[in-house]
């Protein structure tokens, strides 16, 4: 097969991307990378595009927003372009002079119009060229490795170079839907270039980081096709994780066989590989012995297995309800689809009616249709769809109001990247209100995406307040629902490991900040849960235990769910009586 | 002849970008296209991005102070106001101009060809 090990000397491009699905180790493998160069002596700028940034649970150190370097690392710099942050910075610098020259009132205008989602993305995409653009900044460093967000985000925060240079060439008013960067206009320049850097495999190379899994692997050849036809053909496939059985246990069987499987797709694609590490890479110690194959220590005792009990003791509150809303969260790949799916089914399957729906642009929908029964409908909200549902019913009712001409030009508006972000915003919202006659379960889109979203909601909130808007209704009971714990139940999904962990802590964190209270933590995939004998699986349940400790401090109740192989994940306890 | 348009906080001049669309706002963004094509001299401050032509200008700010933002948008001809509280016409262009409202509609190309 055309694959071989990693090694420290495939990371030599200026700009190095690391894209992949969640939780397959991004993070970790830029990381590794860059303490890797450093230490030959490089001067290295890592940089985390990711909203809920995990450099620093690896380097356990706090990532600011100004680069700085890693005391044990010298010549390693690190940085984080948190969006929010971003946006504050930007939003401070337009209001900040006005405070004490305009009146309150305007003030106050100004600051709300400028907190929604809009401002982030577009400072954090600004933020993100002046990286790729700024000859001051890019010559200190010999290497810049993005260790970026999540793939949906990530392709959008790649795409947009593209989607927003044909839009602003395209639109002849002027780019209104990007006023939040005033003078956006007279930056296509800059944009132009940070495009051309992507492109040019001399200076760049993306890296998309996979596991040995069915989804994930389907997942990083979708984010590479995709990058390809923007002309990002400069691509490197890791696969991280490669795990060898060493016993007759018949879950490590399973999971190697599985995994053997899952590389079948990548059959004509070459490809470095990571075996399994014995444990967390966190801590300089594990990110320098990363490339290089560990001797595995002896397997400890099995630990007693945790207390918790399974998905069933959270069915079993919900069957209790007639209608609101269930909706899992976290970070893409820790399973919130399988949980969501299978919480429907075993609802459905002790004769509830449930509507399961996605708006998760990367759910794999085969999962959801063998789960349809009488019980059960399922629905997706696709993003694209959503977008032009969206447009169709805004034309539609201005139509009265508007002439022909006046119309063609707001069609030519609509057709903005912000409009899908509104749209998507919509559909969620309009699914909440659906909720008031059914019980509906909700798989949430990737843990950032959402949070953007959510935080809009209150900015939403207040500018329909204001305009007494009939059709928004639903917009409107949108936060209300979802701050009411006798509508909505929410479950944060995490797997039992150190950076799931930390990221679904801040979620819970986010989240309380916008008055939700997450009834139920999801553990998902433990391997401390599952009966395994395996030495590499005995020595990473031990290593899950201090974070389903720390999982069982965090939530108001805890569901610790076995590892399970790919085709049992969904339908395993439901199966039988989901209609199948 | 000057005619200056000082928008409320807004995310875009034509409103796409708002929880649900403001159909005056698409009208007032046809307007200003309209009038810039036939040499108007029209501009529009958005308080959200703009606040500075806010600030300089003498009558904006005490309209400001006496009023707030919610009495936005105001509108000045050659410096005086005339609106407040709502977007001009083409009626009210055409009679500040001293020109038809046909005058101040562009030509559209008339030989479109649809591809749908």
């Known amino acids: 097969m055309n694959h071989r090990q990693l090694e420290p000397s495939d990371f030599h491009h200026t700009y190095m991307f690391f894209t992949g699905k969640g939780g397959v180790g991004k993070t970790s493998t830029a990381s590794a990378a860059a303490v890797a160069l450093a230490d030959e002596g490089k001067q290295v700028l890592l940089v985390s595009t990711d909203p809920a940034s995990n450099l620093q649970d690896v380097f356990g150190l706090e990532v600011g927003s100004d680069p700085a370097e890693v005391p044990d690392v010298p010549g390693l710099f690190t940085v984080n372009l948190d969006p929010e942050e971003a946006a504050g910075r930007y939003r401070e610098r337009v209001v900040g002079p006005y405070r004490q020259l305009l009146p309150a009132s305007a003030v106050a205008s100004m600051e709300e119009q400028m907190a929604g989602a809009c401002t982030v993305e577009v400072a954090a995409f600004d933020e993100f060229t002046q990286l790729l653009t700024d000859d001051s900044l890019t010559s200190q460093y010999d290497h810049i490795l993005f260790d970026t967000a999540p793939t949906g985000h990530t392709l959008r925060l790649l795409q947009l170079p593209q989607a927003w240079s044909t839009f602003l060439e395209e639109n002849e008013h002027g780019a209104s839907c990007l006023g939040p960067v005033s003078g956006l206009a007279s930056k296509k320049e800059q944009y132009d270039h ?130 609101g809303l269930f909706m899992t969260m976290g970070k893409g790949g820790v399973g919130k689809t399988a949980v969501a799916a299978e919480t429907a089914a075993a609802l459905a399957a002790s004769g509830k009616q449930v509507h399961l729906t996605t708006t998760d642009p990367a759910a794999d929908l085969s999962q959801f249709e063998a789960l349809q029964s009488e019980n059960l409908r399922i629905s997706v909200v696709d993003p694209q769809e959503a977008f032009e549902t969206y447009k169709e019913k805004v034309l539609r009712e201005a139509e009265g109001s508007l002439e022909e001409s006046e119309l063609a030009f707001m069609r030519e508006e609509l057709d903005s990247p912000c409009t899908e972000e509104i749209a998507v915003f919509q559909a969620f919202a309009a699914l909440a209100e659906e909720a008031e006659d059914e019980l509906t379960i909700l798989d949430t889109a990737p843990t950032g995406h959402t949070l953007l979203l959510l935080d809009a909601a209150d900015s939403y909130h207040r500018e329909l307040l204001r305009r007494h808007s009939p059709q928004a209704d639903a917009v409107e009971k949108l936060l209300p629902r979802l701050r009411d714990p006798a509508y909505t139940m929410t479950a944060v999904v995490t797997l039992p490991e150190a950076t799931p962990v930390e990221e679904a802590a801040r979620l819970q964190q986010d989240l309380h900040r916008a008055g939700m209270y997450p009834a139920w933590w999801v553990v998902n995939q433990s391997f401390s849960k599952a009966a395994v004998t395996d030495p590499m699986l005995v020595l990473r349940a031990a290593a899950e235990q201090p974070w389903i400790e720390r999982v069982t401090a965090l939530a108001a109740n805890v569901v610790v769910e076995p590892w399970k192989t790919a085709d049992r994940r969904t339908l395993s306890q439901a199966g039988s009586g989901a209609g199948l | 002849m000057k005619i200056e348009i000082f928008d409320p906080a807004l995310c875009c001049s034509t409103g796409v970008c708002g929880t649900d669309v403001d159909p005056a706002l698409t009208k007032m963004a046809k307007l200003h296209t309209d009038l810039q094509k036939s040499g108007v001299d029209v501009n529009r401050y958005n308080l959200a991005q703009e606040p500075g032509a806010f600030v300089e200008n003498k009558t904006v700010q005490q309209f400001l102070e006496e009023k707030g933002a919610d009495a936005l948008p105001v509108v000045l001809v050659d410096g005086e106001q005339r609106l407040e509280g709502r977007y001009p016409t083409k009626q009210d262009a055409a009679a500040w101009t001293g020109r038809s409202e046909e005058d101040l509609t562009p030509k559209e190309p008339k030989n479109q060809i649809s591809l749908n």
């Open chain 1, 194 to 323: 940070a495009l051309g850097a992507l492109q040019d495999g001399a200076k760049t190379m993306l890296f998309l980081v996979t596991r040995p899994e069915q989804a994930a692997a389907r997942e990083a050849f979708r984010a590479g096709r995709e990058l390809d036809t923007l002309g990002i053909r400069n691509q490197q496939v890791i696969v991280n994780g490669l795990f060898q059985a060493s016993s007759e246990d018949p879950l490590a069987q399973a999971w190697q066989k599985e995994q053997e499987e899952a590389l079948e797709l990548l059959a004509d694609t070459a490809f470095s590989y990571i075996k399994l590490a014995p444990w967390n890479v966190t801590g300089l110690e594990a990110l320098r012995a990363f490339f290089q194959d560990q001797e595995q220590p002896p397997a400890p005792e099995i630990e007693k297995s945790t207390a918790a009990g399974g998905l069933q003791d959270m069915v079993d509150v919900l069957q209790t309800r007639e209608r």
